[in-house]
């Protein structure tokens, strides 16, 4: 069985019973075998969504997004602290501060200046 789902933000999912899913698994995985990425969302509790099949693919890059979301909230964090305690003269040059929080200053060709390493903080 499968209906629809309404999202928050007013989109849509094809929501499938849990038994249809597992029936359709080796299926599935032939799709994303061949480079499918459709995600499949299944549940079975009043019509909501409980879980979601995505290919490995995907998931890594899901892990890889994750790492670079916490890496940015370190960031902030180190930021935040650092306006609120430090005087003037502790202030540390952008590039030190950067090396201590390990963030990639490389700038790659048509960046734009605004994108580079090079400010001063």
């Known amino acids: 069985m499968e209906s629809l789902y309404n999202l928050p933000n007013g989109d849509s999912l094809h929501l499938v019973d849990t038994a249809t899913v597992s029936e359709l698994l080796p299926q599935v995985l032939e799709l994303f ?18 879980g979601v099949l995505i290919s490995f ?23 935040r602290e650092r306006l609120a305690t430090a005087r003037p003269e ?3 040059p952008f590039e030190d501060a950067a090396r201590e929080g390990d963030w990639d ?13 090079n400010r001063r903080a």
């Open 33 to 50: 075998r061949a480079g499918g990425t459709e995600p499949v969302f299944f549940g079975d509790q009043a019509r909501r969504p409980e």
């Open 57 to 79: 693919g995907q998931w890594s890059e899901y892990e890889a997004r994750k790492a670079e979301a916490e890496a940015d909230r370190r960031v902030e964090d180190i930021t």
């Open 90 to 92: 502790d202030w540390v």
């Open 105 to 117: 200053l490389d700038v790659e060709d048509g960046e734009s200046a605004g994108d580079s390493g």
